[in-house]
């Protein structure tokens, strides 16, 4: 592998562009091509990248030989194109939802075996979510007790009437057991009042650590909102707030009036930026790699995510309350 790495971005969309951006410009990898189905919006975004475009994904193989390729496709169309791109042994970062069939998620690690295969929960790297985990680690909150998560903004239609807890909440189910830990049973209400799909849903947690949690994810809200995004995780000696993933992070102490509270700095702009969040998950990515270690959240957590989306869409079905397997 070479020293300054070659990287190959694979979709052309919009949050595909944060994956062009930032190989672009860091200092140790060079982005060299990026493929898409679309010509003229492929060859655009490649242009203002300064990659080679394509639209042949096998031509693009055989003519870059990435150190690495990133995958950010639609949210409904991962299978195929993951599976081709796995099966290729490249290292491979793919976007939040690994697929939306857990059939598919076990062929696609199955292939993978130890290779690198890295999934972008990015909202793990938000500095508010790190200072929290720090916290927890620490005995700060002492015990959780019970935990909330909540989501919401507008619609992102797609084909699947569960898009909105599969390919948004993955967040959710994936933030919740990073801060609290795993999830044993669900409980879920779902509905489909607005426009037909599952638009809006409410769960119920039982953590493994006998605390308890909620989830309410929503299409039908406004990211424009204030605390369109907040995480509370209270315990037995204090409680803290995360406000819109990157805005502030709030911290109280059992019996004490006085609230602490971190918010980005003057200077301090990264902090502040959602993206960013994408670039520092990207710095711990390369740095694996380059160790020959494991991905920081392997492709293993999207399997996850997607197995509790299933156990909620089955309590929905059956009205009964679902246990989950790790």
Not at 265 to 273: I, L, M, Q, S, T
Not at 284 to 298: E, F, K, Q, T, V
Request: aromatic share 8%; hydrophobic share 40%.
């Amino acid at each position: 592998m070479t020293e300054r790495l070659r990287v190959a971005v694979v979709g052309a969309g919009g949050w595909g562009e944060q994956h062009a951006r930032i190989f672009s410009r860091r200092e140790d990898t060079e982005l060299c091509a990026v493929a898409g189905r679309t010509p003229e919006r492929t060859r655009a975004r490649a242009e203002r990248y300064g990659a080679t475009p394509y639209t042949d994904l096998d031509l693009m193989l055989r003519h870059e030989q990435p150190d690495l390729i990133t995958v950010c496709l639609p949210n409904e169309d991962h299978y195929d194109v993951t599976l081709k791109l796995v099966r290729t042994g490249v290292p491979l970062l793919v976007e939040k939802p690994l697929v939306f069939d857990l059939t598919e998620a076990d062929s696609l690690l199955a292939e993978a075996g130890e290779r690198f295969f890295a999934i972008n929960f990015n909202h793990r790297y938000a500095e508010p979510v790190q200072r929290a985990k720090a916290l927890i680690d620490a005995g700060e909150l002492g015990e959780a007790v019970f935990a909330t998560w909540r989501f919401g903004g507008e619609a992102n239609h797609g084909n699947s009437p569960h898009a909105n807890l599969i390919e948004t909440q993955c967040h959710g189910f994936d933030m919740l057991e990073h801060l609290v830990g795993p999830i044993s049973t669900v409980s879920a209400h779902m509905t489909d009042k607005t426009y037909g799909a599952f638009s809006t849903i409410a769960l119920a947690l039982d953590f493994e650590n006998r605390a308890v949690g909620t989830m309410l994810g929503s299409y039908d809200s406004s990211y424009a909102y204030p605390d369109t995004q907040r995480i509370e995780i209270n315990g037995t000696e204090g409680r803290l707030v995360i406000h819109d993933t990157v805005r502030a992070l709030t911290f109280s102490r059992i019996g004490d009036d006085v609230e602490r509270r971190w918010h980005s700095g003057y200077f301090d702009d990264e902090a502040r930026y959602f993206a960013g969040t994408f670039d520092r998950h990207v710095d711990a990515i390369l740095d694996a790699l380059r160790a020959g270690g494991a991905p920081p959240i392997h492709a293993r957590a999207g399997r996850r995510a997607l197995g509790l989306a299933l156990a909620a869409i089955e309590s929905h079905e059956t009205g009964r309350r679902m246990a989950v397997n790790r």
